[in-house]
C-alpha cells in the first residue's frame, strides 16, 4: 500500500479563506484540505475534469455503479466541469463558483470540494490545486448525539491516504496533459 510519504507533492493545509467548504467547519464535523501546485495556468474546469476521469476515480466510479447504481461517464464529467450538469455519478452540485465545486453524495453524508487559485507572478504562474471533503454526523434516534459513525473512525486512515492520492493522480493527469501538448 501506498505512505502518505510516497505523496510528497500534496500536503494537509487550512481551507483558504472563502473556501465554500467552510461552511462544514463546525463541531462535530470532519473536514479536512489538501493543496498542491502545478507550474502553469489551469482551469477550474481543466481541474475537475482531470480529478474526475484519473484512473483512479475511475475505480470509484466503477465501484458507485456496482454498489449503488451510480453510473457515471467520461463525457459526464466534462460535462460536471463545464458547468452544465448538476449532478455525477453519487453526487449533485452544492455549490459553485468561478474557481470552486462543492459535491454532496446522495445520502447528504459527505462533501467533495475543488478549487484552483492563481499561484505566483511574472514568469511563474502556476496553479494551486486545492481538493477538501466534509463528512457530516448523524443525530442517533437513541441517544440525541452527534456522531460520525464507527466506520468512518476505522476508515479515517485510508480516507486520508485515498484524498492525498486522488489529487496527487489529478496533479499527475495535469502535468501529463501539458507535457503532451507541447
Known sequence: ?????????????????????????HEGTYADCYVTAVARPVTQAEYVEAFYTTVLFKVER??????????????????????????????????????????????????????????????FRGTRLYFGSAVVPVVSAKSRTRSLGFVFRVLLGFHKLYSRALLYSARSRLVRTRTTEQ
Open 1 to 25: 500500500m501506498m505512505s502518505a510519504k510516497a505523496l510528497p507533492s500534496i500536503r494537509s493545509c487550512e481551507l483558504p479563506q472563502g473556501a465554500l467548504l467552510s461552511r462544514y467547519q
Open 62 to 123: 466503477l465501484l458507485l455503479s456496482w454498489l449503488v447504481s451510480k453510473a457515471s461517464t467520461d463525457a459526464q464529467a466534462g460535462q460536471l466541469a463545464a458547468g452544465t450538469l448538476t449532478s455525477f455519478a453519487a453526487w449533485s452540485v452544492e455549490a459553485r463558483s468561478a474557481n470552486q465545486l462543492l459535491m454532496t453524495d446522495f445520502r447528504g453524508r459527505t462533501r467533495s470540494w475543488l478549487m484552483a487559485t492563481s499561484a505566483g507572478s511574472g514568469a
